[in-house]
Every structure is written in C-alpha cells, then in structure tokens.
C-alpha cells in the first residue's frame, strides 16, 4: 500500500528525518513510535505532502507520489489527521464532516448522507448539530477522524488520535479504529500509548533523531534493546534488561 | 538625466527618508512587540499634525520645533491611553481582527478631523519655510534638513533607550519572548501600553518635523499609511535597523520615480515596492528567509 | 430552504418590488433604495471573498474601478454600446481578480498581509488610472448623457432602482447557493483552517482564486452600473479608498460570511446616513453631516469586531443557538 525509501527533510540546519523508510502493507494496521522529538509528526507531513521532501521517495499504491500537494494525495486515497485537532471551529460538526465527503461527491444530499453515516460509527451521531467548537478534546479527535475517514481513503495516518484522552475514551477510539480497518482501510499510526499500540498493531517501527531504528512485531520491539535506549538513554535500559534477565 | 539631478533628486529622496524612518519606527516598534498591524498609523499621525497646526495659531503661537517636546509628550499619552481603553481590551484572536480594529480607529480619527477642521489642506507659514540650504549641487530647504538630521537623532535617541534602560530592556524582553518576560514578573500589559505609546511618540515628533515643510488634512493619513507599511516591509517587519534603511531607500525611491517619471506615474513606485516586496520576500530585504 | 423563510423571502422580494410605488416613485425615495440595494450588492462582492472565504480585502475597489473604467472606456472611447460592454467589464473584474489572487496566494500571503497587499493593488491602479492617456487621468470620464433603455441610460431613476434590486437579489442567490454547495462549503473550510482543508482533499490556491475571480467579477459589475448611473467617473471615485473601506463596512456591519449580512449592513449605513444627514439640517451649527456618520460607523465596526465576530447578524444567531445546544446536552 505505502512504501517509504530514504525519505529526508530538512529544516535549515535541522535535519528532522533522516532517510526513513517503511512500509505499510494493504489491510494492515501498521504503528510509528519513538520518543518526543524523533520526527514522527514531520515524517507523516512529510509523506502526506504538507513538506517538500529533500531526498527519497514515497510511493503510494505503486505510484510515485514523492512531492506531491497534499490535496492530490488525499484525493488518491492516503489522509492524515493532525495531532494538534484542527476542527473547523465554526461550521457544525455535520459541516465539518461534509467538507471531506464532499471529495467525493458533488451532491449534496448523498455528501450529507455519507457524513451522518460516518458520525454514526465515530459515535459523534448525538452532536451533528453542534458548533466544533463545542466539542471535547475527546469530540475533536473523534471529528478529526471522522473528517478523513468522510474522504475515502484507502491509507489512514493517525497522529495521535488518543493523545490526551482517558483510559475509556482510549478504549472507545480503538474500537474505531478497529473497525475502520475492518471496513477495509489501511492504517498507519504515531501513538504514544503503548497499550493501544501493543493490542491494534500488526507492525511496528521506531523512530529516532530521523532514523528508523527497530521494526518488528509489537512484542519484539516491546524487548529491544536499542529501543528501550532511545526512549531511556542508556544506563536505564540495561538496569531494566538485566532486571528482566535474573527473574 | 544629468548626474546633477540625480544627486539632488538623491538627497531630497534621503531627506524625506528620515521623516519615514520615523514614522515607520513608531509602527515597526508597535509591530515588534505586539505584534499589531497598526493601521491607525497614517491617521494618528494626521492628528498629530493638527495638534501642530493649531499649537502654531495664535493665540499660541508655538513654533513647531518648539512644540516637539508637547507633541510628543501628548502623542505618547494618546497611544497610551488608547492601548489601555481600546486596542487592548478588543484585539485578541486573529490578527485580521486586530487590523479592522485599527481600520475602525482610522476612520473615526479620519471623520472627526474632517468635521472638525472640514476638508481643507492647512500649512503654517513658518518664516524660515523659504531657507535653502547647498548641499553639493543639491538645495535643500531647511526645515527638510532639519527634519532628516533630528529624525535621525531621535531614532538614536531610542536606540539608546531600547538598549540602556530598563525599560527599554523589558520592552525587548517582552519582543523577544512574551511568556518569559511574564514569568520574571515583568508587567506585560503595561509594556504593552507604553510600547503603543511610544510608537505614537514617533508620530508626535515626526508631526513637528514634517509641517514646517508639508500639509495636512484630514486624508493626509492615507498618503503615509501605506508609506509606513511600505518601509516596515522593506526593512523587514520588527526591525529597527530595517526600518531605517527602508526609510532611506523609500525616500529616494520616491524621488528617483518622481524624476524619471513624473509627479503622477512617480507615485506608482510605493505601492509598486509594496506588492513585490510581499510577492518576492515578505521577510524583507534584510530579513532571512 | 424551510416555508417560513421562502416566504419571508418572498414577501421581501415583492415588499422590495413595490417600495418605490408605495412613495409614489419619488426621487428621494427611488434613490435611498438604490444606494442601499447598490451598496449591499457590492457589499455582497465583498463578502463572498472576505466573508464566506476569510480572504478580507481593504482594496475592492480595484475591481469596481475596473469595471467602471473597462465599459467606460469601450463605450466613450470605442463605441460600444454599455449593454455590451457590461459583460466585457464583468470579465475584466474577474480577470484582476484572478490574477491579484494568483500572484498573492502563490506567495502565499494570508490575514493581514492579504488584507494590505490589496490596498496596494487599488492604490497602484489609482496611480496608473490617473497617469495614463486613455483613461484620461485625473480629468475623468463623462459619459454623455443619452438616456434611453438601449444605451443602459434611465430618465426615471426607478430602471436603476429595479436593475440594483435584480444585482442584489442575484447575489443574494449566489450567496444562498455558497451556503450549500461543494464550492461554498470549501471556502468555509479555508476560511476556518487552511491546513486542514488541504489534508482534506481541498486545493486551496484554486479555490481562492476562483473565489476572488467571482468577487472580482460581481464588483466589476457593479462598477458599470455606478458609471451608467452618474455618467462620471474618475480615479479616486473608482479606485479610491473609500469604496473599499465601504464595502468591507456593509459587509462587516451586517455579519461578513451570511447571507443577508451585506443587505443588513446597508440599510444600517443609510439609516445612519440619512439620520445624521437630518440632524445637520436641523442644527445649523453642524456644517457637514457626513463624516458623523462615517464616525458611527468606524465605531459599530470596533465594537462588532471587538464583541461580535459574527456581525449584527450574531446576535440573532447566537440566541438562536443556545437551545439547540442545550437540546442535545
């Protein structure tokens, strides 16, 4: 569905990503981590098109999409949503959702149709009417999602979704996002709640200062060495290692 | 043209610079630190020019250079009065809502002179309006000589404010980094106030320069607005040092256009550095990137 | 469109249609109606990009001071007949809009600086409007005075009346249609939060460009209509601060992105002209009335921006909201 090959951008001096790749296959629900600063959100810009990359590639879809505006890439199935939530804050929930149904459709009651559909399974069907402005951290993630998803996309990248929200609100978001991917699209994910990222995902990679520097499957990455040393520096993750080698 | 002309079209261009340099340092100076697109700038400085007029009317009879220290005093009150009652306590949220604020204050500042003082272009006649100074094979009236050489000297004057005072020092903290400076304790809304009131000191004091030599009436704000904005952009917005190159440059821009291509067409050079500067490099010609 | 408002709709339409019977057709009347239909039409031109789309301009009169100029000059100069030169005039407006909207958004300048590039823009045409042989500079330009349905002159000012009422009511359609089509509801959204609206599918340079275009085009219209009407035109008039200044004003007023934001914000403009215009009758000691109500309206402007974003119409809107919002809590 998504391959990233050596993808760097740069910032002035700065350089936030530094020739990732990765690949999300078709169907899969697939999760970047790594700690504050390693380059997650810019990776994600970045291969939506909001940056200009500075070297590699991104092929969506076996199709070389490298460069593109954002606009094209949504318009050919791959959607991001936004750690920061960016709601229309004063268009109604149901408007909010609309603007991304309308990609698709130029009727306006199919568009309006397809977004109280899309409501529904976010579980924002109570609120259609209210000013986004009005909503919860919790709303706006879930309007957040439900606006890409009024897309189409065949590719979802998820910024984030639970950031900031309760345990129970958390279990609410990955049920979504199970059935999301249920409904056949692909996923790709920043999280930072290990435990959402260890029961959703099939596939993990981890990024730091721009690098990728593990992939695996969940459990595998959970153990890795230099994993634990990325997120606790060094001396910490050989205590916590060699605490679990002598029980 | 004959290198002569070009010469003298050269320095009445910086002459009349020195008078931007002013003006646009009052609106860089409110920009830098409150980040407020002034637009009430021409129209201040309008007002601030009938301050000067009728101070120079009997029964007062006040020459303007002896006015500038009222002026000033009185023009740093008024910003600072209309900070606290007005811009402070309405311009929050998008900066669009911050430039109509300011657009609102123009056009009442705007319509009160023209019903106060009717339409009218009103001048002093100072006597020594007609004193021509020889600068090369340049002549340059003197109160223009004057204007150049005092602006130049209180922009050092505030330069030297900014950077030994303390509150010149806080003025720069709170430029630099507003929540910072409020965690030392530093009175964020008050520097604020004092900042816009400064800004419009500026206005004060170029008023005085100016109307030995100039007019005003009511829609003079119009004609320096978009000079202000024109140098403020030029020299990168924020930047004092931008703003004083960019008033020189505007200045003999100015000149040279007016020269080349006549009174009417000539005009066309402001506006036309505006638009391409924020086309082409909207950071300014000094700013990065 | 729900039955109350369609007949509130049309009841306007008829009560609007009938208004200058109702004074017996006379001038003062015809006229007050016409300045306020003129000017919620140009407001409306203003709002469709300042409002529905967030891209505010201070320089709108650069496109009315193109259409005027553009039929003025096909008609006096080449021979054309008005009726002709409407639509040519109409193409230029959105021609300087497009290309006003291309070079500024490709620079990608938003908020204020958009704001401040177009008062430039204005200014630059006024300068060239003013310098340059074949609009005659600063002299003007006079129609000659033929009047007759098929040379888009009226001996009766009710023709220009009926003609301001079909503009206005036009863009009042087009701003009905923005409420609810793919078109509008994109403008919104870039209004509301560009980023977003890229991730969303949304080209937002196109769609700006387009909107500037359609504003450009409707303010152009209107800048024939005002040639036609006065049979006088020149710089400051067409390319003058105080038109821009005055849309964006009726816009503003009435509540910049709704639909009957412009109309309201008209009627409150000549209501407040024609009352300070009558206090100066009554006292001798005001000379010249107009600048008071130019100063109401600096100050309703500083007071909507600062306490009601959603303009006039806000209020109404805002109490409207509150039990629906409770209905679901």
């Known amino acids: ?14 350089t936030a990503v530094d020739g990732a790749s990765l690949e999300v296959p078709q169907g899969a629900i697939v999760a970047l981590i790594g700690p504050n600063g390693a380059g997650k959100t810019t990776l994600f810009a970045t291969i939506a098109g909001f940056h200009k990359p500075d070297g590699g590639r991104v092929l969506f879809r076996g199709e070389d999409i490298t460069g593109l505006p954002p606009d094209r890439i949504c318009a050919r199935g791959m959607v991001r949503t936004f750690q920061n939530t960016q709601p229309f804050a004063k268009l109604s929930v149901l408007e909010n959702i609309m603007v991304g149904a309308w990609l698709r459709t130029d009727d306006r009651h199919a568009c309006q ?12 069907s109570d609120r259609l009417d209210d000013m ?72 993990v990679f981890v990024l730091n200062d ?3 520097i593990a992939h695996g499957p969940p459990a595998a990455i959970a153990s890795d060495r230099g994993v634990m040393e990325a997120y606790l520096g060094r001396g910490a993750a050989e205590r916590l290692l060699g605490d679990t080698a002598h029980a | 043209m004959s290198p002569d002309i070009i010469f003298a079209g050269v320095v009445n261009g910086l002459m009349a610079g020195g008078i931007y340099v002013l003006v646009a340092t009052g609106l860089t100076l409110i920009y830098g630190v409150l980040h407020i697109i002034n637009f009430a700038h021409g129209s201040l400085l309008m007002l601030a020019m009938y301050a000067v007029f009728f101070l120079f009317r009997p029964p007062l009879g006040l020459d303007p250079y002896l006015a500038l220290p009222l002026v000033t005093a009185g023009a740093f009150l008024m910003g600072y ?11 929050h949220g998008r900066d669009e809502n911050i430039l109509l604020i300011t657009l609102g204050l123009s056009i009442v500042a705007d319509n009160v002179a023209l019903f106060l003082f009717t339409g009218d272009t009103q001048t002093i006649g100072v006597a020594y309006a007609g004193n021509y100074i020889s600068l090369g094979p340049a002549l340059v009236p003197l109160p223009k000589l004057i204007s150049f050489g005092a602006s130049m000297l209180i922009c050092a004057l505030l330069g030297l404010f900014m950077s030994q005072t303390d509150m010149g020092k806080a003025i720069r903290a709170v430029a630099k980094e507003r929540q910072g400076a409020r965690l030392v304790g530093i009175d964020v ?6 900042s816009y009131g400064i800004g419009i000191a500026c206005l004060g004091a170029a008023a005085c320069l100016l109307m030995p030599f100039f007019y005003v009436s009511p829609s003079s704000g119009h004609v320096f607005v978009l000079i202000a904005f024109t140098t403020v952009v030029l020299g990168g917005m924020g930047s004092f040092g931008g703003a004083l190159a960019g008033g020189l440059i505007i200045g003999v821009v100015e000149s040279l256009a007016g020269l080349q291509f006549g009174e009417q067409l000539g005009q066309l050079g402001i506006p036309l550095v505006f638009i391409l500067i924020l086309l082409l490099r909207p950071t300014g010609l000094f700013g990065r990137q | 469109m729900s039955r109350t408002a369609l007949l509130a709709c049309g009841g306007g339409l008829i009560a609007a249609a009938l208004y200058p ?19 919620a039409f140009l407001g409306q031109s203003w709002n469709i990009a300042g409002g529905f789309a967030g891209q505010m301009s201070f320089g709108h009169a650069v496109f009315f001071g193109t259409g005027a100029y553009a039929s003025t000059i096909l008609h006096v100069s080449h021979g054309w007949n008005p009726w002709l030169a409407w639509p040519v005039a109409i193409a230029a407006g959105a021609a300087v809009g497009a290309g006003i909207g291309t070079l500024s958004f490709r620079a990608g300048l938003r908020g204020s600086y958009f704001a401040l590039v177009t008062l430039a823009f204005a200014e630059a045409f006024r300068i060239l409007a003013n310098s340059v042989p074949f609009t005659r500079g600063g002299l003007g330009m006079l129609i000659k005075s033929d009047p007759h349905p098929a040379n888009l002159q009226f001996r009766d000012p009710i023709w220009f009346y009926y003609l301001a009422l079909v503009l206005c009511v036009l863009s009042l359609a087009l701003a009905w249609w923005l409420t609810r089509s793919r078109f509008g509801a994109r403008l919104a959204a870039i209004r509301e939060n560009e980023d977003a609206a890229r991730a969303l599918g949304i080209n937002t340079f196109r769609e700006k460009v387009r909107v500037l275009a359609l504003s450009g085009a409707l303010c152009a219209a209107g800048g024939t209509l005002y040639a036609q009407k006065y049979l006088y035109i020149d710089p400051s008039i067409a390319f003058g601060v105080d038109k821009s200044i ?18 309201i914000g008209a009627g409150v403009l000549h209501f407040v002209s024609e009352v300070t215009r009558e206090l100066g009758g009554a006292l001798p000691a005001i000379k010249n009335a107009q600048p008071l109500a130019l100063i109401v309206y600096g100050v309703i402007l500083v007071i909507i921006v600062g306490y009601l974003p959603d303009g006039s119409m806000g209020l109404f809107r805002r109490r409207r909201a509150l039990p629906q919002g409770q209905g679901h809590a």
């Open chain 3, 21 to 39: 019977l109702l004074f017996g057709g006379s001038n003062y009347a015809v006229n007050l109606g016409f300045l306020v239909l003129f000017a």
């Open chain 1, 1 to 14: 569905m998504l391959e990233v090959h050596d993808l760097t951008k740069r910032f002035g001096g700065l």
């Open chain 1, 210 to 212: 721009g690098r990728i």
């Open chain 1, 132 to 203: 986004a402005s009005e909503l919860t951290v919790a709303g706006c993630k879930r309007l957040e999602l439900a606006r890409a998803l009024a897309t189409e996309p065949r590719l979802l990248l998820l910024d984030e979704v639970m950031a900031g929200l309760n345990p129970t609100e958390i279990a609410g978001i990955v049920d979504v996002v199970r059935a999301i991917r249920a409904g056949g699209v692909t996923i790709l994910l920043i999280e930072h709640v290990m435990q959402a990222v260890m029961s959703l995902a099939e596939d």
């Open chain 1, 113 to 124: 149709q397809r977004a109280t559909e899309i409501a529904r399974r976010v579980g924002l």
């Open chain 2, 189 to 194: 809304e008050n520097i604020f106030a004092v």
């Open chain 3, 246 to 263: 005055e849309m964006l004003l009726v816009s503003m007023i009435g509540g910049a992105g709704t639909i009957f934001g412009p109309l």
């Open chain 2, 81 to 91: 009065v209309l900070y606290r009652g007005v811009i402070g306590r309405l311009s």
